[in-house]
């Protein structure tokens, strides 16, 4: 095994130029939502991995180090960013879907029926999750390249060096699938816009009520001709009429 003292040190490089708007902002609300918040977190959360990456490696602990940028450092942050924008997006869909269906009246097992299944939330997720598949490439090249880093003497100083540019390859794939998720956010927004407006067109169906009425008009039309002659009256609405107090 290659003693540390053998090894090239690791420099962790500033990431914050290349995470870009991730930094700055995109200055968009994708269907009126408010992302911010969330994009303040993934780039706050990926700054503080490099800062305990860098307080590992001047203790010399190169493998805590690497992992601390590593790639699933990378893709839990991602992924939790992904889940917390998707629940907010969910619950906005529901508050809309919810009030649709309120403002015609809709019964309360058609309304339940409405809003987003279990089956349905999943899919919406892994419909903003694939926002990062551009990011995946670059955390399989990230891991790949902190292998060689990792023995790396100062007669592989490229090997380092890849490393680092990979770094700041994973930081710009990252802004770029954020770009992508506001994007699918605004998408989803829109397709749901759709169903909430076809919620808003619902009414009652009027089959009940016509069944109803056609029943009653065409009892009071067959009372009208038995009272007025036209048809003989069954004998139990004979006996019925006879059995009225004023027939006594």
Do not use: C
């Not at 919406?124 to 551009?134: E, I, N, P």
């Not at 008009?217 to 009429?241: D, E, H, I, K, M």
């Amino acid at each position: 095994m290659t003693s540390s003292k053998l090894l090239l040190p690791l420099r962790i490089p500033e990431l914050g130029p290349s995470l870009g708007k991730l930094i700055t902002g995109t200055g968009r609300r994708p269907g009126g939502m408010v992302l911010d918040a969330f994009r303040v977190q993934l780039a706050t959360r990926v700054i503080e991995y490099a800062g305990e990456a860098r307080q590992l490696a001047a203790r010399d602990e190169r493998a805590a180090a690497l992992d601390a940028v590593g790639r699933e450092a990378w893709l839990a942050a991602w992924e939790e960013t992904v889940t917390a924008v998707g629940g907010v997006l969910i619950d906005q869909i529901n508050q809309r879907l919810d009030a649709e269906a309120a403002a015609v009246r809709m019964p309360g097992r058609l309304r339940h029926r409405v809003r987003l299944d279990d089956v349905e939330r999943r899919a919406l997720t892994a419909r903003l999750g694939s926002s990062g598949s551009r990011l995946i490439p670059a955390l399989d090249e990230l891991s790949a390249g902190a292998s060689r880093a990792r023995v790396a003497t100062p007669l592989e100083r490229a090997a380092v060096e890849a490393w680092q540019d990979g770094l700041k390859t994973t930081a710009r794939r990252l802004e770029a699938a954020w770009l992508a998720l506001e994007d699918g956010v605004e998408t989803e927004l829109l397709d749901w816009d759709r169903v909430a407006d076809r919620v808003a067109m619902w009414r009652k169906p009027l089959w009940p009520v016509l069944v109803v009425t056609g029943i009653g008009l065409a009892a009071a039309t067959w009372l009208g001709l038995v009272f007025g002659g036209y048809l003989p009256a069954p004998g139990w609405l004979q006996s019925l009429w006879d059995a009225l107090p004023f027939h006594s």
